[in-house]
């Protein structure tokens, strides 16, 4: 069945261009367009909400508070850890981004906002939390999302399925 509207179910792909206080900081173009299910959370609540109801070759631009991007930033969502029980292949720096699991197996984003010789301060704030994102988005293909897609919550990619 063609799919002509997004609506729930449907997966858009999307161009676009994101800037924050005035840069770019993420440019999704032609080449590899974002794929993203519609109606799952998959992409920031207020850009999800105006492409409801879009079709290919719509356009716009959107400019979103923390509310409806990322959130506010929570200064209380930042830890400091003893270094040596941090279990993390890479070689830490500051601005790295690193993945931590906590003792029931969750896997968390974070990161490291300051280092010591033995201590590691972890942001798991979003990186863009309490950003204000700008938008300029054109919707370049809309299909229909499988079953697996569906059950799943998100686009299952060529290249790699789960
Ligand atoms: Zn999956």
Do not use: C
Not at 17 to 45: F, K, Q, S, W
Not at 60 to 81: C, I, K, N, S
């Amino acid at each position: 069945m063609a799919v002509d509207t997004i609506t729930d179910g449907v997966v858009v792909s999307l161009v676009y261009v994101l800037t924050v206080d005035g840069e770019e900081v993420e440019r999704v173009d032609m080449d590899e367009p974002l794929e993203y299910l519609h109606g799952a959370g998959n992409i920031v609540p207020g850009l999800e909400e105006l492409l409801e109801g879009k079709r290919v070759g719509d356009r716009l631009h959107a400019t979103l508070p923390p509310e409806l991007a990322y959130g506010d930033y929570d200064p209380e969502d930042v830890d400091e850890f003893e270094r040596e029980l941090l279990s993390i292949d890479t070689e830490l720096e500051e601005g790295l981004e690193v993945e931590v699991e906590d003792e029931d197996g969750y896997t968390y984003v974070a990161t490291v906002t300051n280092l010591t010789d033995d201590m590691v301060t972890l942001d798991f704030n979003p990186p863009l939390a309490g950003k204000t994102l700008t938008y300029d988005v054109e919707v370049v293909a809309l299909r229909e999302a499988t079953e697996d897609e569906q059950a799943h919550g998100h686009v299952h990619y060529a290249d790699h399925d789960h």
